[in-house]
């Protein structure tokens, strides 16, 4: 089975959605946990990497690809 890429700043989409009704979700950091924000409500949750990595169904939007001013 591939390993999953994603980065800090991405937006995912998980495989069930948050209460709010939404499923994408922003990574805002990276560690042996994994902080992710959902997009509609600004709520964070904090999760291992493992349950992460098993519940995110794919990237959307990366981080890398848009815009930045620098």
């Given at each position: 089975m591939e390993?999953?890429?994603?980065?800090?700043?991405?937006?995912?989409?998980?495989?069930?959605?948050?209460?709010?009704?939404?499923?994408?979700?922003?990574?805002?950091?990276?560690?042996?946990?994994?902080?992710?924000?959902?997009?509609?409500?600004q709520h964070?949750?904090?999760?291992?990497?493992?349950?992460?990595?098993?519940?995110?169904?794919?990237?959307?939007?990366?981080?890398?690809?848009?815009?930045?001013?620098?």
């Amino acid at each position: 089975m591939e390993r999953k890429v994603f980065g800090l700043g991405d937006i995912v989409q998980m495989k069930k959605p948050h209460p709010c009704g939404t499923n994408e979700m922003e990574i805002i950091r990276m560690g042996m946990d994994i902080r992710i924000k959902c997009t509609g409500c600004q709520h964070s949750v904090l999760i291992p990497r493992a349950k992460f990595e098993k519940n995110m169904k794919k990237v959307l939007r990366s981080a890398e690809g848009g815009g930045e001013n620098n």
